[in-house]
C-alpha cells in the first residue's frame, strides 16, 4: 500500500508516535487517493496535525471515554 503521494509525504501521515517504524500507518489506497483529491481541488498545501494513529498511541492521547 501507498505511505506516501504526490502532496504529502510519510512522515506527514504516519502516526507521531513510531514516525517512520510505524508499520500500522497505513491510511488505505482509497482514502489516500481522496486525500489526494481534495489536496490538489484545494490547490495550496494542507497541514495533517493527525492523518493516522495507531491503537497504542490513540489509547495513550484520546480523551474521548470511548473503549
Given amino acids: 500500500m501507498p505511505r506516501s503521494s504526490a502532496h504529502f509525504a510519510e ?3 504516519c502516526c ?6 510505524c508499520d500500522n500507518g497505513d491510511l488505505g489506497a482509497d482514502f489516500l487517493h481522496k486525500l489526494e483529491l481534495v489536496r490538489v481541488d484545494h490547490d495550496r498545501p494542507m497541514s495533517l496535525n493527525s492523518a493516522y494513529r495507531c491503537p ?12
Fill in 11 to 13: 512522515h506527514e501521515l
Fill in 16 to 21: 507521531k508516535c513510531c514516525e517512520y517504524d
Fill in 56 to 67: 497504542e498511541h490513540n489509547d495513550m492521547v484520546s480523551h474521548t471515554g470511548l473503549d
